[in-house]
């Protein structure tokens, strides 16, 4: 081992190893406390090294004292675990063994004892297996100023390697250390005279990015990725033997993702495949970039195959587990992360028996991974069965995780239990194991505020059911699977059904509630259809009614979309002057300026300058909106400044409509409208934003 001014931590580390090793040989590179006189009194030989900012160098300086034919690396703030330190001695006595991977264990706070960490409980986290246990031979030799490792001496041992459960603890990343060390800002200064010394090779500035990303400089940590894979770009397609293509593909690879270009990752990982690497890492980063693409991909069938791509990538992973790799394997992937993922994913399709044997085949094969009990626990919520998933949370609960609180949540929620509900949502505090019960628990809030009577809308599905219950505005650009949807849609239809609110179960079967989410009016027909209830059909006109003289460039722009139809005001619409109730609106067909016709069933939208309030009366189920400044207080939505923001009035009639904002609309509108508004209000109108997508459906 190396060490300086390492009092504290030496002695837990010799004497994690008496016993186990036959000698203990510690390279001191000029500390100026007890170090070396602690390494001394515990039978250790010292090797007096001058520092020379050079890890490889110091770790090299020990090989010549070595008259052992096996060498254990171990750094000060690391312990052997005891109770499997025999199974060293164990491995070491095959002859087709070079290399043992030894799993290091991460603790996140220094009092923690073995087990918790080792459990996960006090662990930053996965274990990562890390080349430990090597055989002395005449080319074993370190390389890299900082992050040094044997690479090149095991791509020549691949097929003599594997891994040894004989753990390693790990104190070094406890945060208050490592901020004590400033180990980032030692290795950044390392690393940049590295590339310095190296200018072509794209190592030092892969490293350089982890440790800018070690301390939140994260526009220079993305920068140094870049440039490390300029530089393998250059390198990777025509050198012999290939570079260390892994680390950097991985690394720029999650860059990508971080900032959602699935694109971009799935480029470099094709590119790093390309040029002949193949690691569990970079099929991990595969089935990442995979799952993020479909979640940007709106069309059901698309987003099943980019689900069923990213599931053969984690399998892939998984097939991969037990073999040796020269890189360093991002912790878990080839165990209990891959087959989370591979659940997870199999969730989001809908096919819940599929991914309830996922979670249950693996749940045996890693009993002290908690993700993959909160996984099947989410299995059995989309299943209806609330009480399994309580039971299986229950352990959990008392251990204080966030998760088991929100399934707990979510489970009593789907036994009408709203108190006991809340009450478990208000317990789940802290970060969540799963990001999914992030979601999940902003579901379970949404559902409890319509029963409460506030009904908050948002982009999850019960947020999204709530909007249309209370037909305001979708937004934008929502997350869902084909299961949460189907199970959120009938248990909030059952339970609306019994609490005898049935004006908010027809607004799930207005026109727009089908066209913002398809789907919805046959699981709503097919829960009622259980209860024997079959609804009958609406064959109320949909009316959209634009009146007053700032009507005119709304009506305009509105016109211009291709499933809208401007009426002419000459001739109206017949289905609304010969409607009786438009006898209490006080006004004269001439006086109409536009009607336009929205749909041949459901609720009317009405904008209008003129006696909103009267309009409401007539038409109660409608919407009104304003195009005066001085218009009523009763006015529901935009009321003073519909004019003064166009682009947002035609979003909000848009929304209602269930129709798509199209490039064409924004266009008239910029064209058009913003021109003619400017002149009835004598200022400017900001333009549209014509980056935004077009999405049918709503909008931010």
């Known amino acids: 081992m190396i060490v300086k001014n390492e009092q504290e931590m030496l002695p837990d580390c010799l004497a994690s190893v008496r016993g186990i090793v036959d000698e203990m040989i510690v390279v001191d590179t000029g500390s100026t406390d007890e170090t070396k006189a602690i390494a001394v009194a515990a039978g250790a030989k010292v090797v007096d090294f001058p520092w020379c900012d050079d890890f490889a160098a110091a770790r090299n300086a020990a090989l010549p004292h070595v008259s052992s034919e096996w060498i254990l690396v171990l750094d000060a703030d690391e312990r052997l675990v005891a109770s499997e330190a025999h199974l060293i001695r164990r491995a070491i006595q095959d002859p087709s063994l070079d290399l043992g991977l030894l ?36 080319d074993l030799f370190w390389t890299g100023v900082v992050h040094e490792n044997v690479v090149h001496w095991i791509s020549k041992r691949v097929e003599r390697c594997r891994g040894i459960p004989a753990a390693i603890v790990h104190l070094g990343a406890v945060p208050s250390i490592r901020e004590a060390r400033a180990k980032s800002e030692r290795n950044i200064q390392l690393l940049l005279r590295r590339a310095k010394l190296e200018p072509g090779n794209p190592l030092p500035y892969t490293f350089l990015s982890q440790e800018y990303a070690n301390i939140q400089r994260l526009e220079e940590a993305e920068q140094a990725i870049g440039k490390a894979w300029y530089l393998l770009s250059l390198i990777a397609p025509k050198q012999n033997p290939k570079p260390q293509i892994v680390d950097t593909a991985t690394l720029m690879a999650h860059h990508c993702i971080e900032r959602s270009d699935a694109e971009g990752a799935l480029s470099v990982l ?58 360093e394997m991002i912790s878990g992937i080839t165990g209990p992360v891959s087959w989370y993922y591979i659940g997870y994913l199999l969730l989001q399709l809908g096919e819940l028996d599929d991914a309830d044997a996922v979670f249950a085949s693996a749940i045996p094969l890693f009993p002290r991974d908690r993700r993959l009990l909160i996984g099947r626990a989410l299995v059995q919520i989309e299943r209806t069965e609330p009480v399994l998933a309580l039971q299986a949370m229950e352990p959990l609960m008392q251990q204080g995780v966030p998760d088991a609180w929100v399934i707990a949540a979510a489970a009593t929620e789907g036994l009408g239990k709203y108190e006991d509900a809340a009450f478990f949502l208000q317990q789940a505090r802290g970060t ?37 219950i209370t037909r305001k505005a979708l937004p934008r650009g929502y997350e869902t699977s084909y299961a949460s949807f189907s199970g959120r849609v009938s248990r909030t239809v059952t339970t609306l059904l019994l609490r005898g609110e049935g004006k908010a179960i027809e607004a799930l079967l207005e026109p727009r509630a089908e066209q913002m989410l398809p789907g919805v009016h046959e699981l709503v027909k097919k829960t009622l259809a259980t209860y024997g209830i ?3 059909e609406d064959t109320e006109p949909e009316l959209l009614v634009l009146h007053g003289k700032h009507a ?83 006015v ?62 709503g909008f931010q």
């Open 103 to 138: 799993p290091l264990h991460s603790a996140n706070r220094l009092d923690a004892t073995h087990a918790e960490i080792l459990s996960g409980e006090a662990r930053r986290g996965e274990a990562v297996l890390l080349p430990r246990l090597l055989r002395r031979t005449p």
């Open 270 to 327: 094709r590119s790093a495949f390309e040029w002949g690497a193949n690691h569990p890492n970079l099929w991990f980063m595969l089935g990442l970039a995979h799952q993020q693409r479909a979640q940007n991909t709106l069309p059901p069938a698309e987003r099943r195959r980019e689900y069923v791509q990213a599931i053969e990538a984690f399998r892939k992973c998984i097939s991969m587990d037990g073999r040796a790799f020269p890189e």
């Open 432 to 468: 969540f194991l799963v990001p999914s019960c992030q979601l999940l628990a902003t579901t379970v809030e949404r559902t409890l505020s319509l029963y409460q009577g506030r009904a908050i809308g948002g982009l999850e599905i019960a947020g999204r059911l709530n909007a249309l």
């Open 534 to 536: 079959v609804p009958e």
């Open 552 to 634: 005119d460039p709304l009506a305009n722009a509105l016109e211009h979309h291709p499933r809208l139809v401007r009426v002419s005001e000459a001739t109206g619409d017949p289905r609304f002057l010969q409607d009786p109730r438009t006898q209490r609106i006080p006004i004269a067909s001439s006086q109409i300026t536009g009607i336009l016709s929205v749909g041949k069933r459901g609720r009317a939208l009405i904008i209008s300058a003129l006696a909103p309030d009267l309009w409401r009366q007539a038409f109660p189920s409608c919407r009104v909106i304003s195009t005066e400044p001085s218009s009523d207080s009763m």
């Open 636 to 697: 529901l939505t935009l009321a003073s400044d519909a004019l003064r923001r166009p682009e947002q009035t035609l979003r909000d009639i848009l929304a209602f409509a269930g129709e798509a904002w199209t490039d064409n609309v924004l266009g008239y509108l910029s064209e058009t409208a913003n021109h003619q508004a400017s002149k009835v209000l004598n200022s400017p109108l900001s333009p549209p934003n014509r980056s935004a997508p077009a999405h049918a459906g």
